[in-house]
């Protein structure tokens, strides 16, 4: 009976334990050399936090990833570095996990958790998203107190690409050019040169019938056009038209180069693009089953060499297994203008609405890009014991036996396009594309102006939500534009999106007339 | 209470973690449900923000998907509950009966195992099944002379194979309570019933069955509470972003993820949990109260 009386504490005392260990994501542990951009575990990591002096100023990052076994150390490092640069600033890494990203924030900031800086990625979660829901603070008086380097070092048109009604609550991540890779189309060079095909096609549909040949002799079902990354339109393919440069929001609106807003489902372009897709989908180049391939698989097949619209990005992993890879960059009509539409920038760092001291952002960032050694020591970590200096822009990983490096951060986080290096074995056409920028590039009109759909918001998420349903599968070629266009154009009218282009074209024109576009 | 407590401490404090998670996340969490009426600002937050009614339920309620997604919800999930709690009783049933002891530990064990895989492994398992190219389904059906099915395009057959893959991965835990259920009943009920020339479908039917009506319907009334909770991580797993399958698988929980994901609106997702948590509430307590008049001890309160 004492025994059992025993047995029943112990278990009782190690349920209650457990029960409050699961509610906290202290002592979170994961593999040696985990990049910050696999997504893992959904457990959050918290900041072991030390007692602050009154000078001291806290700077907390919410960063998606999981976090690097030395991340804590290098933090340590940066906090260091500040300090013997004259700013007593702590900085601390919070990191959350990807599959939990979503909710975990909006729930920190729902709890009004308090921290300094969040990542925004525009495409997911946009900065006016953020602004709209009272997320972020307004930085430009801080910006003209201590930002004289961030605000040289970021060119003016890029502060305006992620400002809201004028303010800006962010700090732009000014780290890649997103013109070349939204307007060019890359494939493998090797595979149309062995089998004679012409790697300057004039338009989508003879690239297209170039890659049905190749799929053809190649023989492999995992080589397909694997192309669903952000369901974002394909600039690419439409540049054969004559109303190019034009501008595509959400798969909502249209814009074109003169600013007319119209609903982009009612759009030739749209149906072009359409048919474009539905051509492969018939000639086999896109998988049947595109609709339901989980985006890791497609990254996968990305990473092997089995897509067919290749990433350049992605070439030193390919060349681990096909090292005659070659991948050509090429823009249809290459006369015209390149266009990254209406994403100039797809990452931005947030001053928190909730941080004591929202200057701790700003001060941060001009310190980060003020010297190359501090960028270097957030990028790759402390020298000599996680990197090496390889000179010309290059960088060398100190990894372990395993060939894992125990730190690891994404020049995409807060890198800058002047401080950002490559990997030393990255191949050498990489670096005018990742460290370029294309000066002559198109910018759209829309640049700078962000939609609120608070009025319409009930009408926004619908249309959001139908989209997916109705107009991806026409989108992709998986259903013929003729059969599926006026049941999806019904069921959008029917959500109403009428109303949410009516309001988007109101509120673009305001801007438009208030800034003189 | 008190003297309860002083008499049973152990048991009280095993139920200790339960309490503190339920009086966590289940109470101190109900303050928040304020946002689904609010113009939920995370700086002013719960306290200062804009109350706007139902301005939230709008986006929901005025969607044109508001009826399929409810329908496909609760339609499935009344599939689910059905089919999940027949196969269990049948295989409990079975099981009970049979006398090899490795068999019935094997069987069990093999039932059991889909219950412990994630939905994502489970999804895995399902392309493979019914993958358009190389599937093992269609396969089959090459191999035999018929024509190959384009599953990911034809929204027709998904309810069915949504039902058998719950079946599949939650019978087996619901057998073990099952059989818990059966070793509880009294043996000499069973004995008596031999005695008196019963076969043992006799038995099975006028005694086993009765008698665990109370488990089947409190398994049931449980399950129940959740009917307008789509199984969230099942259907995103399964059906992924196919728009194409939506007609007969989107579920509440897929629709709002999908509507929500550029907005993030908290405020809007409250209210449509709060309908969903109020619409379970309401089927509880009307099943409850059937189960109450219906059987002997099967009620939940």
Redesign the interface.
């Known amino acids: 009976m004492k025994l059992k009386?025993t047995a029943?504490?112990f278990?009782?005392?190690a349920?209650?334990a457990?029960?409050f260990a699961g509610?906290s994501g202290a002592g979170e542990s994961q593999a040696p050399g985990n990049s910050s951009s696999t997504p893992a575990s959904s457990t959050e990591s918290q900041p072991v936090s030390e007692p602050v002096n009154d000078e001291e100023m806290l700077c907390r990052y919410v960063v998606p990833g999981t976090e690097p076994d030395d991340s804590a150390e290098v933090d340590a490092a940066i906090t260091e570095k500040l300090k013997a640069d004259g700013i007593n600033m702590k900085f601390e890494r919070i990191y959350i996990p990807w599959d939990a990203w979503?909710q975990k924030v909006?729930l920190k900031?729902?709890t009004?958790d308090e921290f300094e800086l969040i990542h925004i990625m525009e495409d997911?979660?946009?900065t006016s998203?953020y602004v709209a829901?009272?997320?972020l603070a307004p930085i430009n008086d801080y910006l003209d107190q201590y930002g004289d380097t961030l605000k040289k070092i970021i060119p003016e048109n890029i502060w305006q690409a992620v400002a809201v009604n004028g303010k800006n609550y962010s700090v732009p991540v000014y780290y890649r050019d997103f013109a070349a890779s939204s307007s060019k189309v890359s494939f493998p060079k090797h595979l149309f040169e062995k089998y004679n095909l012409s790697t300057d096609p004039k338009d989508s549909y003879e690239l297209i019938d170039s890659f049905a040949t190749i799929l053809e002799n190649e023989n492999d079902?995992d080589l397909r056009l694997w192309e669903k990354v952000n369901?974002s339109t394909s600039y690419m393919h439409l540049r054969h038209l004559d109303s190019w440069p034009f501008t595509v929001v959400?798969n909502l609106f249209y814009v074109s180069n003169e600013g007319d807003v119209r609903p982009w489902l009612e759009t030739e372009e749209f149906q072009e693009e359409c048919k474009i897709f539905r051509y492969a989908y018939e000639k086999g180049v896109i998988h049947?089953?595109i609709?339901?391939?989980?985006h890791e698989k497609i990254s996968q097949f990305t990473e092997n060499g089995k897509n067919l619209v290749a990433d350049l990005y992605a070439l030193e992993s390919i060349r681990k297994t096909q090292p005659d890879y070659e991948i050509e960059m090429y823009a249809i009509e290459p006369e015209k203008p390149l266009s990254a539409g209406d994403y100039p920038i797809m990452n931005a760092n947030g001053i928190s609405?909730?941080s004591p001291n929202p200057e701790a952002g700003v001060i941060f960032f001009n310190w980060l890009y003020s010297d190359q050694a501090n960028s270097d020591l957030l990028n790759f970590g402390i020298e000599g014991k996680h990197w090496k200096d390889a000179g010309d822009r290059r960088y060398e990983a100190i990894t372990d036996e395993d060939g894992l490096s125990a730190y690891t951060f994404g020049d995409w986080e807060m890198g800058h396009k002047d401080l950002v290096r490559l990997p030393i074995g990255s191949p050498a056409e990489l670096a005018p594309l990742a460290l370029e920028m294309n000066a002559d590039a198109w910018v759209s009109n829309v640049v700078g102006f962000k939609f609120d759909?608070d009025s319409v918001?009930?009408e926004?998420?619908?249309c959001?939500?139908?989209i997916?349903?109705?107009?991806?599968?026409i989108r992709y070629g998986?259903?013929p534009y003729e059969d599926g266009y006026e049941k999806s154009l019904e069921?959008m009218k029917?959500?109403g999106y009428d109303k949410v282009v009516e309001e988007y074209r109101t509120q673009f024109e305001a801007w438009r007339k208030q800034n003189n576009k | 209470m008190i003297r309860d407590i002083r008499k049973n401490p152990?048991?009280y404090?095993?139920i200790?973690?339960a309490t503190?998670?339920v009086f966590?996340f289940g109470y101190c969490t109900l303050p928040?449900l304020v946002?689904a009426f609010q113009k939920?600002?995370?700086?002013?937050?719960i306290f200062h923000s804009e109350f706007v009614g139902l301005k939230n339920f709008?986006?929901f309620f005025?969607?044109?998907?508001f009826l399929e997604v409810t329908f496909n919800t609760v339609f499935l999930n009344f599939m689910f509950i059905g089919f999940v709690i027949i196969f269990a009783l049948i295989f409990s049933l079975m099981l009970n009966e049979a006398r090899g002891k490795i068999f019935r530990k094997v069987t069990q064990s093999t039932l059991l195992l889909p219950n412990f895989m994630s939905w994502v492994v489970v999804?895995y398992i399902v392309?493979a099944l019914f993958?358009?190219?190389?599937g093992i389904v269609n396969v089959f059906l090459k191999s035999i002379g018929a024509s190959p099915v384009?599953w990911?395009?034809s929204p027709g057959p998904w309810r069915v194979i949504l039902v058998l893959i719950k079946v599949w991965k939650d019978t087996g835990m619901q057998v073990v309570i099952y059989l818990a259920a059966i070793t509880g009943i009294d043996t000499s009920l069973s004995e008596a019933a031999k005695v008196d020339g019963a076969s043992r479908l006799q038995t099975i039917r006028h005694i086993i069955f009765p008698l665990m009506i109370p488990t089947v319907s409190i398994l049931a009334l449980l399950s129940i509470g959740k009917i307008f909770y789509g199984d969230f991580g099942m259907i995103y797993g399964i059906?992924?972003?196919?728009?194409?399958?939506?007609p007969t698988t989107?579920v509440i929980d897929t629709?709002v993820f999908?509507?929500?994901?550029?907005?993030?609106?908290?405020s809007?997702a409250m209210a449509v949990g709060l309908y969903q948590s109020l619409m379970g509430f309401l089927f509880v307590f009307g099943s409850n109260w059937i189960a109450s008049k219906k059987t002997d001890g099967g009620a939940l309160f």
């Open positions: 009386k029943a504490l278990l009782a005392l349920l209650t457990a029960a509610c979503d909006n900031m729902t009004g997911v979660a946009s998203s829901k009272g997320g079902p369901n959400d049947p089953d609709l339901t391939y989980p609405s909730t759909p918001s009930a926004y998420a619908a959001i939500a139908e997916q349903s109705s107009v991806y599968p998986v259903v069921a029917v959500a | 152990f048991s404090l095993l200790l973690p503190i998670y966590l928040y946002i939920f600002n995370y700086k002013q937050g709008e986006f005025k969607s044109p998907k999804s392309y993958a358009s190219d190389y384009s990911y395009s059906i992924g972003d196919n728009g194409v399958l939506y989107d629709y999908r509507a929500m994901r550029k907005t993030g609106d908290p809007q």
